[in-house]
Structures are given as structure tokens and as C-alpha cells.
């Protein structure tokens, strides 16, 4: 997957080459300076390595399919009227615990980043939790049905999304090692594009082997395979990064300080950034908001499908692959328009059409699936982009010397505020009666308010040859 260049950008077949002598983020990049092809999507196939846990696991076959199916249901209620509010808690339950793995990555996440920031070893954690993540995949594997192991599930998927948070700090800090400013955008694009690519073919994978006859939606031992296959996949794809991608130059002289001592460090860190930095400062407290509920579009989004549009396993799978397809194709093209227009315009077409989408399928829902489809659609071409944005925006304004400690902070107040429109998606559905629909809501109210905070937030400047 190839980029073409901007009219007035020259075309280095082999290589991206960085111009100008002051680079992304204050590092001194020369003129002549240049960043192999081969760097690039080294760094962009971990998002394709790790994709399955977040499209196939968390989103679009086995929790929706499994963990909160009548596979974990007491048998007694199955076909009866009760069956839809014992659904409906599975729901409520899986919200409470993705808040308390959000709680652990606010906890977490910076400190780790900024460890990693003054030992140099951006990719040495990146490593780690990338292995941490494979494990935790590994464990679904051994997921069976029954009520009894309904938990074991949700910690497991928990734990996954902590590791995987973690790891991706890591990951972000290395943008700086396979990107330019004339480039951040497209880049940081090209590695969503590629993960939202690689839950295509994944998805297409698992089609392929139920239309085959080899996977059967209606066993129990099909997730576990599905686990097992997940876990082979972020093995084999997560081996360029390593080889090809190095470790950023350290540029902060902080000395090492012990793992407790981080928290203090981290709130003189915290105050500093608001001293000398406002728009990271405010950017990540609006980020925090908009999100979090960018990452509960897709965590409860298919849940919804299932519970209240009555999609079955291949109805999720096909509607998982032409909504990765949308937003592989969308999150590409929009860091084309993050270059040329700044990634704040992008975020809040995103945000505020989001807002619109659900609250569509909320007002809406009685026209049934086609109508879940059609929005579906549209909103996959939203949540890319504005992921995407969001990286770049932060990697625009954050000093040098301090990309994991901030990108920690990032994680920290985006997808780690997870607590609150997971929780609100939990405290919806209960209040409602365990009525599913009603989670929306929660999603709903955490995206207006992070994208309304972020019009108030100060963009970073774009390069000029970028607008040229």
C-alpha cells in the first residue's frame, strides 16, 4: 500500500525523505536525512499485528458472539422473557469491566511511558507488553461456556486492553522514529489504515472457514480457536517492528527514579506541562473525553448489533468487515486532509458526526437492521479519521525528549478515561431495565462533551509545504 505524493512534494521511491532542518517534535532533522519505506511499514504492521484483539476478540465475533451471548446465560432463561434482561446484564457487566481496566491504565500508562522515556527504551516496553498482550490472547483460548466462566472472559479481555494500551504508548513514541512533519499525518494514517486493513482480512479469514463448514458459530470450541488463531497472527505480524524500527535518540537527561517515585515525578511533570505546554496540556484533557467514547463506538457497538438488532455470528463478522473496509479506506485519505488542513478540523467532523450517528440509531431503532447497517457505515468513516488526528495532533505539539511520557499521559486520559462511557453504558442499560439500546446514551454524552472541550482547544501549526 502505496502513497502518492502532494504535487509539490519530490517522489523518493525507496525512501521518505525528511526535509528541513528543524524536524517533528524540535528533534534536528537535516536536510538529506531519510527515513526507509521499509521503516515505515515495519512500524505500521504492529497496528496490523495487533488488530484481531481489538476487531475479531473485542468487537465484532468474540465477545459480542461469545462472552455476552447465551453461551454464559443460565440455560433456564434461554427462549423465555427473561432471556433479553440476562443479555442485557452480560452487557452491563462487561462495561464494569472494561471500567476497572481503563482505572488501570489511568494508573499505569504514564508512569510507564515516562520510565521508558528516560531509559531510552521506548521499544524494549514495546516488546514487553506486546508479549503480555499475546498471553492474554492466548488465555481466551481457554474461555469455555458456562456462567461459571463468564468473568474469566471479561478480566481476560480487561487485562488485554490494559497490555495492549501500554504497549501502544510505546508504539505512538515511535512515530517519531518513521516520520517527518510533511509526513506525521500520512503516516500516522498509514498505521491506522493498516490496522483496520488487517481486521479486513482477519474478519475475511473467519467468513472463509464458517462458509467452509470448518467453523461452526453455534460451538463454543470456535471462539477458543478463534482466540488461538488471533494470538498466532500478533505473533507472526509483530516481528518487522522489531527488526526494522529503532529506538528513538534519547534527548532528556532526567535521571532513573524508582517505580513510586514516578507518581511524583509524574504530577511535577503533569504541572509542567500546563506551565510551558497549554494546547498538549488541553488537549489531552479533551482528549481524554471524545476518546473514550471513540473506543466505546466500537466495544459496545457490536454488542448492540447482536442484543438489539438480533445480528447473528456471520451477520457480525460481514458487518465487521465492510466497516473496517470504510474505515481502513477513510482513515488513508484523511491524513492526507490532516497535513493539508490540521488534524483539529479533522477531529471534529469526526466527533460531532459520531454524536449524530448514534444518536440516529437510538431515536431510530425500530426501522431495524437496515437502518443499523446504513449508520454503520457512516460511522465506521468517522472513527478512523479521528483516531488518526488525534495521534498527529499530539505528536505536533509535544516537546522533544518526552514522547512516551506524554503519549503515556495520552493513554491515560483517553482510552484509559474508559471509566466514564463505559460506566455510563453500564448505569444506562440499569436504569433502562436492562435494556441494551439505552447504553448508547452514555456513549453519546461522553463524545458531545470531548468534542465540544476540543473546540476550545489551540491547534498545532501545519507545515507550509504541507498547505502548499
Not at 103 to 129: C, E, N
Not at 222 to 226: A, H, P
Given at each position: 500500500?502505496?502513497?502518492?505524493p502532494?504535487?509539490?512534494?519530490?517522489?523518493?521511491p525507496?525512501?521518505?525523505?525528511?526535509?528541513?532542518a528543524?524536524?517533528?517534535?524540535?528533534?534536528?532533522l537535516?536536510?538529506?536525512?531519510?527515513?526507509?519505506?521499509?521503516?515505515?511499514?515495519?512500524?505500521?504492521?504492529?497496528?496490523?499485528?495487533?488488530?484481531p484483539?481489538?476487531?475479531?476478540?473485542?468487537?465484532?465475533?468474540w465477545?459480542?458472539?461469545?462472552?455476552?451471548?447465551?453461551?454464559?446465560?443460565?440455560?433456564t432463561?434461554?427462549?423465555?422473557?427473561?432471556?433479553?434482561?440476562?443479555?442485557?446484564q452480560?452487557a452491563?457487566?462487561?462495561?464494569?469491566?472494561?471500567?476497572?481496566?481503563?482505572?488501570?491504565?489511568?494508573?499505569?500508562?504514564?508512569?510507564?511511558?515516562?520510565?521508558?522515556?528516560?531509559?531510552?527504551?521506548?521499544?524494549?516496553?514495546?516488546?514487553?507488553?506486546?508479549?503480555?498482550?499475546?498471553?492474554?490472547?492466548?488465555?481466551?483460548?481457554?474461555?469455555?461456556?458456562?456462567?461459571?466462566w463468564?468473568?474469566?472472559?471479561?478480566?481476560?479481555?480487561?487485562?488485554?486492553?490494559?497490555f495492549g494500551?501500554?504497549?501502544?504508548?510505546?508504539?505512538?513514541?515511535?512515530?517519531?522514529?518513521?516520520?517527518?512533519?510533511?509526513?506525521?499525518?500520512?503516516?500516522?494514517?498509514?498505521?491506522w489504515?493498516?490496522?483496520?486493513?488487517?481486521?479486513?482480512v482477519?474478519?475475511?479469514?473467519?467468513?472463509?472457514?464458517?462458509?467452509g463448514?470448518?467453523?461452526?458459530?453455534?460451538?463454543?470450541t470456535?471462539?477458543?480457536?478463534?482466540a488461538?488463531?488471533?494470538?498466532?497472527?500478533?505473533?507472526?505480524?509483530v516481528?518487522?517492528?522489531?527488526?526494522s524500527?529503532?529506538?528513538?535518540?534519547?534527548?532528556?537527561?532526567?535521571p532513573?527514579?524508582?517505580?513510586?517515585?514516578?507518581?511524583?515525578?509524574?504530577v511535577?511533570s503533569?504541572?509542567?506541562?500546563?506551565?510551558?505546554t497549554?494546547?498538549?496540556?488541553?488537549?489531552?484533557?479533551?482528549?481524554?473525553?471524545?476518546?473514550d467514547?471513540?473506543?466505546?463506538v466500537?466495544?459496545?457497538?457490536?454488542?448492540?448489533?447482536?442484543?438489539?438488532?438480533?445480528?447473528?455470528?456471520?451477520?457480525?463478522?460481514i458487518?465487521?468487515?465492510?466497516?473496517?473496509?470504510?474505515?481502513?479506506?477513510?482513515?488513508?485519505?484523511a491524513g492526507?486532509l490532516?497535513?493539508?488542513?490540521?488534524?483539529?478540523?479533522?477531529?471534529?467532523?469526526?466527533?460531532?458526526?459520531?454524536?449524530?450517528?448514534?444518536?440516529?440509531?437510538?431515536?431510530?431503532?425500530?426501522?431495524?437492521?437496515?437502518?443499523?447497517?446504513?449508520?454503520?457505515?457512516?460511522?465506521?468513516?468517522?472513527?478512523?479519521?479521528?483516531?488518526?488526528?488525534?495521534?498527529?495532533f499530539?505528536?505536533r505539539?509535544?516537546?522533544?525528549?518526552?514522547?512516551?511520557?506524554?503519549?503515556?499521559?495520552?493513554?491515560?486520559?483517553g482510552r484509559?478515561?474508559?471509566?466514564?462511557?463505559?460506566?455510563?453504558?453500564?448505569?444506562f442499560?440499569?436504569v433502562?431495565?436492562?435494556?441494551t439500546?439505552?447504553?448508547?446514551?452514555?456513549?453519546?454524552?461522553?463524545?458531545?462533551?470531548?468534542?465540544?472541550?476540543?473546540l476550545?482547544?489551540?491547534?498545532?501549526?501545519?507545515?507550509?509545504?504541507?498547505?502548499?
Open positions: 500500500m502505496t502513497e502518492k502532494h504535487d509539490n512534494e519530490v517522489q523518493a525507496p525512501t521518505i525523505a525528511r526535509t528541513g528543524v524536524g517533528i517534535m524540535g528533534l534536528d537535516q536536510e538529506g536525512a531519510e527515513v526507509p519505506r521499509k521503516r515505515v511499514f515495519a512500524w505500521a504492521f504492529w497496528d496490523w499485528a495487533t488488530q484483539f481489538n476487531t475479531v476478540l473485542l468487537t465484532f465475533v465477545v459480542p458472539s461469545y462472552l455476552t451471548s447465551t453461551f454464559f446465560v443460565d440455560s432463561v434461554i427462549g423465555t422473557a427473561g432471556e433479553e434482561a440476562a443479555l442485557g452480560l452491563s457487566n462487561l462495561g464494569y469491566g472494561i471500567t476497572v481496566a481503563g482505572l488501570l491504565i489511568a494508573l499505569l500508562a504514564p508512569v510507564m511511558g515516562q520510565r521508558a522515556d528516560r531509559a531510552g527504551r521506548q521499544k524494549l516496553q514495546l516488546f514487553i507488553f506486546t508479549a503480555l498482550l499475546i498471553v492474554a490472547q492466548l488465555g481466551l483460548a481457554f474461555v469455555q461456556p458456562g456462567a461459571e463468564f468473568w474469566w472472559g471479561v478480566a481476560l479481555i480487561a487485562i488485554g486492553s490494559v494500551e501500554i504497549a501502544g504508548v510505546n508504539y505512538n513514541a515511535l512515530l517519531i522514529s518513521v516520520s517527518t512533519p510533511k509526513t506525521i499525518g500520512k503516516v500516522s494514517g498509514l498505521g489504515g493498516f490496522g483496520y486493513l488487517g481486521g479486513i482477519a474478519l475475511a479469514i473467519v467468513v472463509g472457514l464458517i462458509l463448514g470448518v467453523l461452526d458459530g453455534d460451538s463454543g470456535t471462539f477458543q480457536l478463534i488461538l488463531g488471533a494470538t498466532i497472527w500478533t505473533i507472526i505480524f516481528i518487522p517492528i522489531f527488526l524500527v529503532p529506538e528513538p535518540a534519547k534527548t532528556t537527561t532526567a532513573k527514579v524508582g517505580f513510586f517515585r514516578s507518581y511524583v515525578e509524574l511535577r503533569i504541572v509542567r506541562l500546563y506551565k510551558e497549554r494546547p498538549t496540556f488541553w488537549f489531552l484533557l479533551a482528549s481524554a473525553v471524545y476518546r467514547g471513540l473506543s466505546a466500537f466495544t459496545f457497538g457490536s454488542v448492540i448489533a447482536g442484543i438489539v438488532f438480533g445480528f447473528g455470528f456471520t451477520d457480525l463478522v458487518f465487521g468487515i465492510a466497516l473496517n473496509i470504510v474505515a481502513g479506506v477513510s482513515t488513508i485519505l492526507r490532516d497535513d493539508r488542513f490540521g488534524p483539529k478540523r479533522v477531529i471534529l467532523i469526526s466527533v460531532f458526526g459520531l454524536v449524530a450517528c448514534t444518536l440516529i440509531v437510538f431515536f431510530f431503532a425500530n426501522l431495524g437492521s437496515g437502518m443499523f447497517w446504513a449508520v454503520g457505515i457512516v460511522l465506521a468513516a468517522f472513527v478512523g479519521p479521528a483516531q488518526a488526528a488525534s495521534r498527529s499530539l505528536a505539539v509535544t516537546p522533544a525528549g518526552r514522547e512516551g511520557e506524554v503519549f503515556g499521559l495520552y493513554a491515560t486520559t484509559a478515561a474508559g471509566w466514564m462511557a463505559s460506566l455510563l453504558w453500564g448505569v442499560i440499569a433502562a431495565a436492562n435494556q439500546l439505552y447504553g448508547i446514551l452514555g456513549i453519546t454524552i461522553i463524545l458531545l462533551i470531548g468534542g465540544v472541550m476540543l476550545f482547544v489551540k491547534a498545532p501549526p501545519t507545515p507550509a509545504s504541507a498547505r502548499g
